[in-house]
């Protein structure tokens, strides 16, 4: 496979959840690629459809939840046309996934060993001595000690730290072409959270996969990600690449993020804020979903703007970005916060 040959292709996914209240567009049109070896990454605030997007691809949305629309393709099969036992075979195997928390990812009344033992076994790869061989070395390489002994250990004799590991452990298991992991280190402390990241990029580094990297950590990303999808009220808003991304975003909602990030240089003024907040998606706006808090919206804003080319590797999701304005040099005061010195 050739990098302009995509390992995963996402074309109009909808995702939406039947509420008595409403019905809510959790998951609105994303399209995306992820090519072979590329950390993508995905920000965006609580509620942007991060996490159900990588949930509709894994066919893991929860009721009421329903993927209404789209397409999702691994390795040129479209992943919604699977039944049942075929998503399983692949869920796990061609891909597979590393959940936010580790508390809830391990089962409490298992070894750990025998859950990484059966997460080898359930694609049949081979014999159970097999498994074990290839849980020790599961567990070697995520930087567990004396893994032989620790693999009779059950979930609570390990620390947060070393439960993610082995949360990690057991995505990569069967050598996944592509892992999503979906804000790995949220339940870990920073020097935790840096030395899992740093595991995480030398694993995948070291089995040229790809990997879909969700998370609200724009410091993460930074360190991390080749390419970015900033995601806002179920839509991607924007696409660059991180250099570009944070040089010049090309979308307000993606200059109001950056610019409400701590930094050493102004540590005597008060953060920016995003006034207001995300729309009811039950009853989302007609115009662009992020004009109400924008504080460049124009006219035309009251339209819904299509995602569009901005530059070499750019899309935006905004009309003004589209005409040919940037954001990098625009007065940041215009932010709740900066004001308030």
């Known amino acids: 496979m050739s990098q302009t040959d995509p390992i995963l292709r996402v074309r109009d996914l ?108 359930a694609h049949d790869r081979g014999t159970k001595a097999e498994a074990r061989d290839t849980t020790i070395d599961a567990l070697h390489a995520v930087g567990i000690s004396d893994a032989v002994q620790r693999a009779e250990s059950y979930p609570h004799e390990y620390s947060g730290g070393m439960r993610q590991r082995i949360v990690i452990a057991m995505g990569m298991i069967n050598n996944p072409q592509l892992l999503i992991a979906d804000e790995p280190t949220t339940a870990l402390d920073v020097t935790i959270q840096a030395q899992v990241m740093e595991l995480m990029v030398g694993l995948i580094e070291e089995h040229d996969m790809a990997l879909i990297l969700i998370t609200h950590n724009m410091g993460v990303v930074a360190n991390m990600c080749g390419r970015v999808l900033v995601m806002y009220a179920g839509e991607i808003v924007e696409e660059a690449l991180i250099d570009d991304l944070f040089e010049d975003p090309r979308h307000p909602y993606t200059w109001a993020l950056l610019r409400s990030l701590p930094s050493i240089e102004d540590v005597d003024k008060r953060l920016p804020a995003i006034e207001g907040f995300p729309p009811d998606m039950a009853d989302k706006p007609a115009g662009c979903r992020f004009a109400e808090r924008c504080p460049f919206a124009e006219e035309v804003c009251a339209n819904h703007p299509p995602l569009a080319e901005v530059g070499e590797q750019r899309k935006s999701r905004c009309w003004v970005a589209q005409r040919g304005e940037h954001f990098a040099d625009r007065d940041v005061s215009l932010l709740r916060g900066e004001v308030l010195e």
Do not use: C, H
């Open 14 to 121: 909808s995702t939406r959840f039947y509420a008595d209240f409403g019905v809510i567009d959790a998951v609105d049109g994303v399209s995306f690629d992820v090519y072979p070896g590329e950390t993508l990454g995905i920000v965006g605030e609580s509620g942007s459809g991060k996490s159900v997007t990588a949930l509709s691809i894994l066919r893991l949305v929860p009721p009421p939840g329903r993927v209404v629309s789209g397409t999702a393709e691994l390795d040129g099969q479209n992943l919604f046309d699977l039944d049942a036992e075929g998503m399983r075979r692949v869920r796990g195997a061609t891909m597979s996934t590393v959940f936010q928390n580790p508390m809830t990812s391990l089962n409490p009344a298992l070894r750990i060993g025998w859950q990484l033992d059966e997460a080898f076994l």
